[in-house]
């Protein structure tokens, strides 16, 4: 059932807080959990696997190890991966690629293709021509002209991609591809599939903000908080479950536009671009969080809501069976949730879509759960204290486009921390096959 809840004004993110107190060294949460954190595409990823096996292998290698391949593969801050090379490269001819780069390219089309393009890997150029990609922000509106004539190589038409053998193609020189808005979520799972391998049943991982699970904690779901913090002291969270493995429910993705944007002549101007116009998008949705079965299908749809809007987005939601909660600006300046699937329960009164009764049934009645609101807002503010207190955001839950700096003013890489180092020490380790 879904149950009211407008927010003030004073609401200024919304983000997911994966449940777990971020370190930079391995710990034992407890006597059965082991954890571990470190820094990857720019943010922060957390892993946790209940009831570890007795590994063969050092994990946190491994862990590192695939995340270094997706860097490699899919990162457009290094000249060297294989989107790099592809971006830098003016053949119209196949462009060979790895088979994994060509998946996950071949699924972000297949989403540009469900939503007439709102979700489109080639619209980096645009982003950039509004000062909210890699290049200098200046703050200014473009030139028309000029956006005219990016929009010329700009569109997800104009890309090809192959499995067998995997390549990719573009139809114009100039087009630049561009995975961050679906490379995390990619990572999560690709995380989950190796500790998978090594016999880890029991896993949670997140990559900033973006969450994939897998199996259970003693039979009890992952729980994933929602936060929505009042600036000033009031603090709502949403405890979400993601289901036990086997279910449908088992990562969750958000893309939100409330902190990246400028301001030129009194006009606000958002940092998350439609592909289809090359212009701001102008509707009054701030976030969504979309739960699914792969964190890379959340991470792409979470982005692709995020610029349809909240009327076009959740008839795309419900259309594509997604699980979804949006958040609408009212002009009152208060918040409504609006919601599909089993993240309905969570949605406003006047504006729910009303589930079938597969979802009816995950809903619970409100008096139960609204004890059980309380019960998980208490344990997951303990737990996400130190990012709070600390004042760590966790970056990159904004669709993947880059807008974290360094301390010297540099853009951090969304797909690198360090483009730069380009983690040469565990390159190293890669190629001499070693576990130290």
């Given at each position: 059932m879904a149950h009211s809840c407008a927010l003030r004004s004073r609401v200024a993110t919304l983000c997911v807080i994966a449940c777990v107190w971020i370190s930079s060294a391995s710990v034992t949460a407890d006597d059965r959990t082991v954890e571990f954190s470190g820094e990857t595409m720019g943010t922060v990823y957390?892993?946790?696997?209940?009831?570890?096996?007795?590994?063969?292998?050092?994990?946190?290698?491994?862990?590192?190890?695939?995340?270094?391949?997706?860097?490699?593969?899919?990162?457009?801050?290094?000249?060297t991966s294989e989107i790099g090379r592809f971006n830098d490269s003016d053949s119209t001819q196949w462009f060979e690629v790895s088979r994994e780069t060509a998946e996950v390219v071949e699924f972000a089309q297949e989403v540009a293709s469900k939503t007439d393009g709102a979700?489109?890997?080639?619209?980096?150029?645009?982003?950039?021509?509004?000062?909210?990609?890699?290049?200098?922000?200046?703050?200014?509106?473009?030139?028309?002209?000029?956006?005219?004539?990016?929009?010329a190589y700009v569109g997800y038409e104009k890309l090809s991609v192959r499995v067998d053998p995997p390549a990719l193609r573009k139809s114009h020189p100039e087009l630049q591809v561009d995975l961050s808005g679906i490379?995390?979520?990619?990572?999560?799972?690709?995380?989950?599939?190796?500790?998978?391998?090594?016999?880890?049943?029991?896993?949670?991982?997140?990559?900033?903000?973006?969450?994939?699970?897998?199996?259970?904690?003693?039979?009890?779901?992952?729980?994933?908080?929602?936060?929505?913090?009042?600036?000033?002291?009031?603090?709502?969270?949403?405890?979400?479950?993601?289901?036990?493995?086997?279910?449908?429910?088992?990562?969750?993705?958000?893309?939100?536009?409330?902190?990246?944007f400028f301001e030129a002549d009194g006009t606000r101007y958002s940092h998350t671009i439609d592909p289809r116009t090359g212009l701001p998008v102008t509707h009054d949705l701030a976030s969504v969080s979309v739960v699914s079965d792969s964190c890379m299908k959340a991470d792409a749809w979470a982005t692709a809501i995020n610029v349809l809007g909240p009327n076009a987005g959740l008839e795309a939601a419900r259309r594509e069976g997604l699980h979804a909660l949006l958040i609408q600006r009212k002009n009152d300046g208060?918040?409504?949730?609006?919601?599909?699937?089993?993240?309905?329960?969570?949605?406003?009164?006047?504006?729910?879509?009303?589930?079938?009764?597969?979802?009816?049934?995950?809903?619970?009645?409100?008096?139960?759960?609204?004890?059980?609101?309380?019960?998980?807002?208490?344990?997951l503010f303990a737990m996400a204290v130190g990012v709070m207190f600390g004042r760590r955001s966790i970056s990159g839950s904004c669709g993947g486009l880059a807008n974290s700096r360094n301390e010297d003013g540099s853009v951090s890489c969304s797909l690198c921390s360090n483009p730069a180092d380009a983690c040469k020490e565990l390159r190293h380790r890669m190629e001499a096959g070693t576990r130290t």
């Open positions: 957390v892993v946790k696997i209940h009831d570890p096996p007795e590994f063969d292998v050092d994990v946190r290698f491994e862990v590192d190890a695939a995340l270094r391949r997706v860097n490699d593969q899919m990162s457009t801050y290094l000249k979700f489109d890997i080639t619209v980096a150029p645009l982003v950039n021509a509004w000062s909210f990609g890699v290049a200098e922000r200046t703050k200014q509106v473009p030139d028309p002209k000029r956006l005219e004539e990016i929009k490379a995390k979520g990619y990572g999560a799972d690709r995380v989950v599939d190796v500790l998978s391998e090594h016999g880890a049943a029991n896993v949670f991982v997140e990559i900033g903000g973006e969450v994939r699970t897998s199996g259970s904690k003693s039979g009890q779901w992952w729980k994933v908080g929602i936060q929505l913090p009042d600036a000033a002291r009031n603090t709502v969270m949403i405890a979400h479950s993601l289901s036990t493995g086997g279910g449908d429910d088992q990562a969750m993705a958000t893309s939100g536009d409330y902190r990246n208060e918040f409504e949730l609006l919601g599909t699937g089993t993240l309905v329960q969570y949605a406003t009164q006047e504006r729910a879509v009303q589930p079938d009764r597969a979802d009816a049934a995950a809903g619970a009645p409100f008096a139960v759960m609204a004890i059980t609101f309380v019960a998980f807002a208490v344990v």
